[in-house]
Structure formats: C-alpha cells, structure tokens
Nanobody, 119 residues
Framework: QVQLVESGGGLVQAGESLRLSCAASRSIFRFAGMGWHRQAPGKQRELVAGLTTGGSTNYADSVKGRFTISRDNAKNTVYLQMNSLKPEDTAVYYC?????????????WGQGTQVTVSS
C-alpha cells in the first residue's frame, strides 16, 4: 500500500510563498507520474501541477510562472513551490501518484494539506 504524506500548508498573506512537500512510502521513481491537485470549497478538484518520471511538467494556467513542481528521488519526496500566492489559491492541496502505465491517471492520494491565503 502506497502512502503519501503532505506537509507545509498554512496561512500566509497574499504575495508570500509556501513550499509543500509530499513524502512517499516507496521510491517515487517507480511512479509514472506525480501531481499536486487542489480543491477549494464548492469547487471541483483540479490538477495544479504534474511531473512525469521522465521529468516533463505541466501546470494549470492559473499557476504558471508562480508554482514549480520538483522532486528529490533520494528522499522519495515531491515538492510544490508556490510563490506570489493569491487569495484564490486557497484550497486543500493533495499529492497524488500514478502507479499504472499512464502518468496522469492518479490512483494514490494523500490526505491533503490546507493552504489559506489572506488578502
């Protein structure tokens, strides 16, 4: 059973930064892809940033240029660096992993970490 544990969420003011971490219980290199999703109250969960095992990345238009996804294979950890945060970034952020053949079919999820951005 794969476990993903997020950390790093919190309350910040608009314009500030946060770095989220996602620690996996096994080698992340074995996942076809990993991603960060978020869900705001009353909204559907959306993909914020994705990272394939080959190193390709993709971002939601709303976070391009502000957020960066990265990984440390030695630590089995994926990060989401969030800069220039806006109140509309407020959401629960979830780490996810794709253990099947498709890098965007996520079948393992963390418990989520709350990010709140005040104006």
């Amino acid at each position: 059973q794969v476990q993903l544990v997020e950390s790093g969420g919190g309350l910040v003011q608009a314009g500030e930064s946060l770095r989220l971490s996602c620690a996996a219980s096994r080698s992340i290199f074995r996942f076809a892809g990993m991603g960060w999703h978020r869900q705001a109250p009353g909204k559907q969960r959306e993909l914020v940033a994705g990272l394939t095992t080959g190193g390709s990345t993709n971002y939601a238009d709303s976070v391009k240029g502000r957020f960066t996804i990265s990984r440390d294979n030695a630590k089995n950890t994926v990060y989401l660096q969030m800069n220039s945060l806006k109140p509309e970034d407020t959401a629960v952020y979830y780490c996810a992993a794709a253990s099947g053949p498709f890098s965007t079919v996520y079948n393992h999820w963390g418990q989520g970490t709350q990010v709140t951005v005040s104006s």
